[in-house]
């Protein structure tokens, strides 16, 4: 996973990593965003109706090894669930096709992204950011959201605390291109439905758990049997926008179902190995390839430059960083 050959996508990266730092403060071992979660592991085996979209090796073999990670937002490690600045929640999934070769998909709780550039984004947290009602009105994210309808429409969007990590849905926002072996192309954008159904909690309810209750509820739903989720693609038709993560696709668009992950066990000696992975939302394998949605290559470059950071930090444990 190298860093993009443009130097301002990698300026811009550290810009928006030192942001969240200063929004969130700094935690050495985690993540500058969606800091808590946990790792599960288990296999992917695709429909008989996934190679017709892509000839990728996960949806033509047999099935796949997989590992999922569930997380809650903002980079504070000591988040509790029920906090509502958890949401959305994250929902990101590394399919190993060989020694060293893997491709993954990441996705969060919310359908859609609330600027279109990186740049717009890193706006946006610095609005949000130094927004204080008391210097007057209106604030610098009420002046920002005034001219970024994509932005209001995403924090408008109702973000309600789900049952289980298990019982939400998570969308891939930003668009993807599939190619079959026959050399057709479609654009799609994935999405994660769970099998257990999507249930989702009132405000009230959501209070009266306690601070750890999703992370407890996915640990005792793992060892009673798999967790099961549908990887779909919504595909886009002729026409549709496909490099702007905050434009929504109608949705009368076909939805194809691409096969099940199915999750079975907790991964060993999860804190670390949650230090070390670095999720890559590029899928840099035969079959799928990248939009021009400008935001993917920058989000490559911001996970890349955090998990280094991670890496070198020294052992660390959840509330302890």
């Known amino acids: 996973m190298p860093l993009p050959n443009d130097e301002k996508v990698v300026a811009l990266a550290q810009d928006l990593i030192e942001q969240f730092d200063a929004m969130f403060g700094l935690h050495p071992g985690f993540r500058p965003a969606h800091a808590k979660g946990t790792l599960l592991a288990g296999t992917f085996t695709p429909t008989a109706e996934a190679s017709a979209l892509s000839r990728a090796p996960h949806f033509t073999r047999p099935s796949t090894p997989v590992t999922v990670r569930f997380s809650n937002s903002t980079g504070v490690p000591i988040i509790p669930d029920n906090n509502p600045n958890a949401n959305p929640r994250g929902f990101a999934v590394r399919f190993y096709l060989a020694e060293r070769v893997h491709t993954d998909v990441i996705g969060h709780s919310t359908n859609g992204f609330p600027t279109r550039t990186g740049q717009e984004f890193l706006e946006f947290l610095r ?67 769970p099998e257990a159904g999507v249930e989702h909690l009132s405000d009230a309810e959501a209070a009266g758990r306690g601070p750890e209750f999703l ?107």
């Open 215 to 321: 992370f407890q509820e996915i640990g005792e739903r793992i060892g009673k049997g798999p967790v099961r989720f549908r990887l779909m693609a919504q595909l886009a038709n002729e026409g549709d926008t496909v490099d702007d993560a905050t434009v929504h696709w109608p949705e009368d668009r076909t939805v194809r179902e691409l096969g099940t992950i199915a999750l079975t066990e907790a991964v060993a000696a999860n804190e670390d190995e949650q230090k070390h992975i670095i999720f890559d939302p590029i899928p840099r394998v035969d079959g799928i390839e990248a939009s021009d949605d400008p935001l993917l290559e920058l989000r490559a470059a911001v996970y890349l430059i955090s998990g280094r950071r991670r890496r070198g930090a020294g052992a660390f444990k959840i509330g302890t960083a």
């Open 127 to 193: 609005a949000a950011s130094t927004s204080d009602p008391a210097k007057g009105e209106p604030t610098a994210i009420e002046k920002f959201l005034g001219t970024h309808p994509a932005a209001l429409a995403f924090v408008q969007a109702p973000k309600p605390a789900p049952a289980s990590f298990a019982k939400e849905e998570y969308f891939g926002v930003m668009a993807m291109k599939f190619t079959n072996a026959v050399g057709a192309s479609r654009y799609g954008r994935y999405r994660i439905v």
